[in-house]
Every structure is written in structure tokens, then in C-alpha cells.
């Protein structure tokens, strides 16, 4: 089964959005980060994907792991 691409958090005009990776479009839009990141997040959960969280410059603020993450890493 492929991998599901990752969910991005971004500034979208006044507010926030959530898209896939690889997408220049966006799936949903919220006035708020912290809305948008909560969407997100449940989206990341339930495609068990990378979430990672833009900051206002478009810089990757923060990344969280939702899939099967080997435990420990290989080297």
C-alpha cells in the first residue's frame, strides 16, 4: 500500500489552510492556525501521515508523525 503524502499547515490569505504534499491545492481553510493545525491533525491521524506546521513566513515550524514509524530508527 503507498504512502499517503503529508499533511501541510499554511498561511492561505488572511487565514490558514491544510494541503496534501505534492497539491497546490487546498482541502480546507480556517481563520485560525490553531483551527486549521486541529484539522490537520485529524487528518494526518486518520491517513496515519506526516503533519508538518508552516510558520507565518512558510518555514516549517514543526513536524509530527502520524504513520508506522519504525522504533529504533534504521541506521
Known amino acids: 500500500m ?3 503524502p503529508a499533511i501541510h499547515t499554511v498561511p492561505h490569505g488572511d487565514g490558514w ?7 497546490s491545492r487546498v482541502f480546507d481553510t480556517h481563520p ?3 483551527e486549521a493545525q486541529a484539522a490537520g491533525r485529524e487528518a494526518a491521524m486518520r491517513d496515519s ?5 508552516h510558520k507565518q513566513n ?3 515550524g514543526e513536524r509530527n ?3 508506522n514509524d519504525p522504533y529504533p530508527p534504521p541506521n
Open 2 to 4: 503507498p504512502k499517503k
Open 17 to 23: 489552510a491544510n494541503r496534501r504534499e505534492g497539491s
Open 65 to 67: 508523525s502520524y504513520g
Open 49 to 53: 501521515t506526516e503533519h508538518l506546521i
Open 58 to 60: 512558510g518555514q516549517i
Open 32 to 34: 485560525t492556525k490553531a
